[in-house]
């Protein structure tokens, strides 16, 4: 086990003010400080001798002055989060207060934490490993329910699972090879050379599908990325807004949690939606021709989404073929969904049929106005995501493992080539070492100070 | 006991995202409704069964979904916050994990919590008095060690002490006199007179004695109002913008803590000065002329100290002959104080000794620009007050409070005046009960439904 000779301490609430806060100490003194400072009622009741799993009311006070009444939890090594010592204590929500008893610590000894320290003690501590710990920062992070369940999956262990099978079976292989290595000179082959290409195909196929399950990933975590584009005049901050309202109007407020972090992403159903510039659109109207059509082509390459927004009252069949034509590319691209959007239809005195029969895109009317057809929007953009894919299927939604797995993934692809050339056994070996080495920095079964401190580096203070 | 036949729910740390967030539960179904979402690892282990002071591991799942890993922690009544069955509910922090914990007990039948409604249990099931239970409050919002200190020492009870003893003392006052009523057909006087006019007094400049400590109590609390005034261009935003940084600087950050709510107000060795309507003051300069001399007048009404900033490269004696002559009564004002700042002194070339002997004025020469004499100006803040005050007497600091006493004295004024005139004891004995309902509602020895709601609708959510 690893062990660390100092005791660190932060807030692990959010900062500000509130009921309560909890600040946390972990470390070999983290008894011994608390001791320093808190009074229990009854004399003799020792932080150190209590037993792990259980609170304790008492009066926090520094040089005989009192700095808060305070209830104490504490968490016998190895089992708590860090796999230390562990003390918790949970006091009146002033930031006076946490400010205080957070210095009383850094004067008796303790250390102010970095960002994510209590959880690489943990990693460290071989309490999960290092996917399992980035997982906590993302569902601490998360904000709908998919990248929440994306993270709870991988927090607990589903993920790392996955990436243990691929090294395993690359294991295999290897020492396969280089039980070969050792008898090179008789010149023998042990392994059955149909079998290793098998091998590797069966593991480049795997590799493949989780780089390519990051497309779905990386949306499911950040929210899928929708431009909503058109000519001045026709609406767009207008059906913006109609979209936001409605769908806050669904999430129900609880009061004391804010809402103001979901800005200009909405959740439907538990799927995030990120609307990509939507600030400059609603600031003073349109700012298309400003901007110029360079900026707009470079908010649609961005998009997963596209929706395209005319004034129908105005809009012409000729002005939706230049729209086809102007935009063809992306209508196009099979990775992309192009909607067309006719609004205003509250201007038309009866519904837009023929209109609709000769456009050959999906395209919905509304009227953004009086709120007219935006759950058909909403729907609409549901439709682009399966919403069960999260539980079906292991889903790569960390940049760094993407880049892990396409190095893998290149070093096996060198590995196949080689064995084709029949290079010697012992430069496959090379690129097999590579390989692993690149699986097992995901777990952290191979890890380095400087990807540790660049992981726990991105955490908040106090977890 | 009071009782509740309803069990309520609320984020009880700060709203927003951090590495772990608790939800408090109390009621009479805390634990039953804990246990329809919680699952531990062992089967068979219940939270109703478990001990108080205990905390335990598990799953919060709701209709086989996972929502988050947390930590539970059990209290039973009536040793809780509340007095009643209480869980704690430690979960990982986002906003997303705390809402969905939330909605998953108000579904199962939990309530909302209102602001300070576990602290309203706590009171009306006697685990405090009124005036503790809005200490707490104050505890919470209290940014100043004064303040700390003075909500601290109301809420552990040494206010109510106070309050009781009075009332206490006018309790046997009152059975004196009601004895005689008992036997007024015969004309008897049990009650000494002088006697009771000597409690009267004693009454009277206690309660005067508290009245008057609101002053203190109240600055202590809020901060001491300071202004800043002066011509245009003196540097009066430099110089309070070099107050505000020397100070902050000496205050420790601590990542993670927000310091933002501070804005113009100092916190200097624990008192907190607040200086008056600086924001107009600081935004383009000098509006002194524009908002006209009333409204410098006004300010400095609300002040206790008066900065008043002169350009000392340009002012000559005559002009702070002018000083003197059109603030004369704020300077003669003994609970004010008046302090004259010579600024840039980085323009001149010797420092202006004729100058200060001939100014009656405690005067401070500094360069705001050059941040010289900036301590000497927060160290002249400082003498405005003892900061031991707190230590050594029961200070007032609520506004309920002081106009609870204010009608209590003004009864006690009757009675005495009652007693002067002989008027019947029967009528007495009204100004007197009088006097007691007010001290009573401080403590809340005696209250309203009305009143309990204009309290605790002040909390936070979740205290």
């Known amino acids: 086990m690893h062990t660390t000779d100092d005791t660190i301490i932060a807030l692990s609430t959010p900062p500000g003010m509130g009921a309560i806060a909890v600040i946390r100490l972990s470390g070999p003194e983290a008894f011994s400080l608390t001791e320093g400072l808190f009074i229990p009622p009854k004399k003799g009741v020792k932080v ?14 520094q040089d005989n002055e009192l700095i808060d009444e305070v209830l104490v939890s504490v ?29 009383a610590f850094l004067e008796k000894g303790a250390r102010l934490a970095d960002a994510g320290e209590f959880t690489m003690r943990a990693f460290l501590n071989g ?11 993302d569902l601490i992070a998360s904000q709908s329910k998919a990248s929440h369940d994306l993270a709870l999956e991988q927090m607990r262990g589903g993920y790392s699972q996955k990436i243990g099978q ?13 039980l070969e290595l050792d008898f090179s000179e008789e ?3 042990f392994a059955d050379r149909t079998e290793l290409f098998k091998l590797l195909r069966t593991l480049k196929s795997e590799m493949k599908s989780l780089i390519d399950s990051f497309q779905v990933g990386n949306v499911l ?49 538990g799927v995030s939606f990120r609307f990509i510039d939507t600030a400059g659109l609603r600031e003073g109207g349109d700012k298309i021709e400003e901007i110029g059509i360079e900026r707009t082509r470079e908010k649609i390459k961005q998009a997963k989404i596209i929706l395209y927004i005319c004034d129908i009252s105005e809009c012409t069949l000729d002005s939706v073929d230049d729209v086809l034509s102007e935009f063809r590319e992306y209508i196009h691209d099979k990775s992309k969904r192009f909607i067309l959007i006719g609004n205003k239809i509250d201007k038309l005195v009866e519904t837009p049929h023929k ?84 699986l097992g920095s995901i777990t952290g079964a191979i890890s380095t100070d400087e990807i540790l401190g660049n992981i726990f580096s991105r955490f908040c203070i106090g977890k």
């Open 355 to 438: 209109f609709r029969d000769l456009v050959e895109l999906e395209t919905i009317f509304v009227s953004a106005k009086r709120k007219q057809g935006i759950k058909q929007i909403t729907d609409s953009l549901l439709k682009s995501v399966k919403t069960n894919t999260v539980q079906d299927q292991v889903i790569v939604s960390n940049i760094r493992h993407l880049n892990a797995l396409k190095n893998a993934l290149k070093s096996i692809t060198e590995v196949e080539s080689g064995l084709q050339q029949n290079i010697p056994t012992d430069l496959l070996s090379i690129d097999i070492r590579q390989a692993l080495y690149h």
């Open 187 to 189: 010149d023998v082959e």
């Open 48 to 61: 150190s001798a209590a037993e792990g799993y259980t609170i304790h009311f008492g009066k926090l006070q």
């Open 221 to 269: 975590k950040k929210g899928i990325p929708v431009a909503i584009i058109g000519r001045p005049n026709v609406g767009k901050s207008t059906l913006l807004n109609a979209i936001l309202n409605e769908e806050r109007a669904i999430v129900s407020e609880i009061p004391g949690t804010t809402r103001d972090l979901i800005e200009d992403t909405i959740i439907i159903e």
């Open 75 to 103: 968490f016998r090594k190895p089992n708590s989060y860090t796999g230390e010592d562990v003390v918790e204590i949970s006091c009146h929500g002033s930031e006076y207060i946490q400010q205080r008893i957070i210095e």
């Open 166 to 178: 691929l090294r395993e079976q690359l294991l295999n292989f290897t020492s396969l090879i280089e």
């Open 127 to 137: 309490k999960f490993d290092l996917a399992q710990a980035e997982a906590v920062a």
